[in-house]
């Protein structure tokens, strides 16, 4: 699933209306269900949930918080 793994963070690349979600949210992978399918938890500042999605790799991007050669 192209760099994605449990625990990623994330963000949509595209609208997602039937889950309440719009591009740029911010989620965390929490269980992967196929090689192309993660559910993804999104939650707000205070960490409360508000939303759960199966999304495709392709609706995703990985974010990092740490300069490349700590990435990889």
């Keep these: 699933m ?13 609208d997602s209306p039937e889950h309440g979600l719009v591009r740029g949210q911010v989620g965390t992978v929490v269980e992967m269900l196929s090689p192309s399918v993660a559910e ?6 205070q960490g409360r ?12 991007i ?4 740490r300069p490349l050669e700590q990435v990889a």
């Excluded at 990623?8 to 690349?13: E, G, N, P, T, Y």
């Excluded at 508000?50 to 995703?60: C, G, V």
């Excluded at 990985?62 to 918080?65: A, E």
């Design 2 to 14: 192209s760099g994605l793994e449990l625990l990623s963070v994330v963000a949509l690349l595209e």
């Design 40 to 45: 993804v938890e999104f939650s707000d500042d």
């Design 49 to 60: 949930a508000y939303a759960m999605a199966a999304l495709r790799s392709d609706e995703l």
């Design 62 to 65: 990985r974010l990092h918080h």
